[in-house]
């Protein structure tokens, strides 16, 4: 049997059939349309695309899985609450399975993503794994035991909003000093441009031409290249994120920890540092047996592949 994921975005829509093992048979992405009813049907013409794709029919398909923002209640599958697109109580299990005629799967996206990892991705074969995605926020899942961990309540696993330095600079969500508001992307391009605005002479504006310009990737390029503002901001980033790392590791050692999302991309250079202090803080840094920490492997696939197999993990 194949199963059909969909990662419902802001922007695109994107449907893929897998196999049982996680591989992509085939893909489409349309563009996100406003309007509840709007978007369902859209989910439903890229699902249709991506079954044709796959060189399939409708029959072929097991089950359809949908990983989407928000606050998501999959046990009566609807969106509560997401924002972005004005969602309120959209009950999209009910308007998909009328739309596909099979059975629907909703859960959070970043719990599809580490559900997309440990099946088929970084933490393939291992018994247990969190993700931590840095991006607009920090995004974070795990699957303990070969079963997604979500809370009694769905709601479990929001790493980003862990504390990390007590009164520290404010979050979205209302609290102080989260594990977001110093590793997402946003944090370390918001850091990057503070730090420009007080070094004049900084290798940032050469490469970024004005703080308004600075990427992900700005204060990377800058430090590799020996500028001392770029280092501190780069220094001060793995600082905080080996932290909060170091802090799930002692309260899951799960198998495996991957880090996906934009800065994971600088592969090594991100990764050393922060094996480094989980050296020093990992709690069970004299065990035999150590947490891996390694890049996630399947990027922006994560998602749409842990919504399709989200019933072999339930
Ligand atoms: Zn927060």
């Known amino acids: 049997m194949k199963y059909l994921g969909i990662d419902l ?108 990892e440990y099946a088929a991705g970084a933490g393939k074969g291992s018994q247990s794994l969190v993700l931590v995605t840095l991006g607009t926020g920090v995004g974070s899942g795990a699957v303990l035991n070969g079963k997604l961990y979500t809370g009694f309540n769905y709601a479990g696993m929001e790493a980003g909003h862990m504390v990390i330095e007590h009164g520290g600079r404010p979050c979205t969500c209302g609290r102080r000093g989260c594990f977001e508001a110093y590793c997402s992307a946003t944090a370390l391009i918001k850091r990057t441009r503070e730090v420009m605005e007080e070094d004049p002479n900084s290798l940032l504006w050469k490469l970024a031409g004005s703080p308004e310009e600075v990427n992900g990737r700005t204060p990377f390029d800058a430090a590799a290249q020996g500028d001392a503002a770029a280092g501190r901001v780069i220094d001060e980033y793995v600082d905080y994120l080996g932290c909060g790392i170091a802090s799930l590791v ?56 842990g919504a399709a197999l989200l019933p072999l993990f339930r």
Request: with cysteine.
């Open 250 to 305: 002692n309260l899951f050692q799960p198998e495996v920890v991957c880090i996906g999302g934009g800065p994971s991309a600088q592969g090594e250079t991100l990764m050393a540092p922060v094996r480094y202090i989980l050296n020093r803080e990992d709690y069970a840094r004299n065990n035999l047996h150590r947490t891996r920490l390694v890049r996630a492997s399947l990027g922006n696939d994560a998602g749409i592949i």
């Open 9 to 116: 975005g802001g922007t695109n829509v994107a449907a893929a059939v897998v196999d049982e093992e996680g591989a992509v048979l085939g893909k489409v992405s349309l563009p996100t349309p406003r309007g509840v009813e709007a978007v369902a049907d859209q989910m439903a013409a890229a699902s249709r695309a991506a079954v044709e794709a796959a060189g399939l029919s409708m029959d072929d398909i097991a089950s359809v899985g949908i990983g989407s923002p928000g606050a998501i209640d999959p046990e009566n599958g609807v969106v509560k609450f997401w924002s972005n697109l004005d969602f309120r109580n959209v009950p999209l299990a009910e308007m998909m399975s009328r739309r596909l005629g099979k059975e629907i799967y909703l859960e959070n996206d970043a719990n599809a993503a580490a559900l997309g």
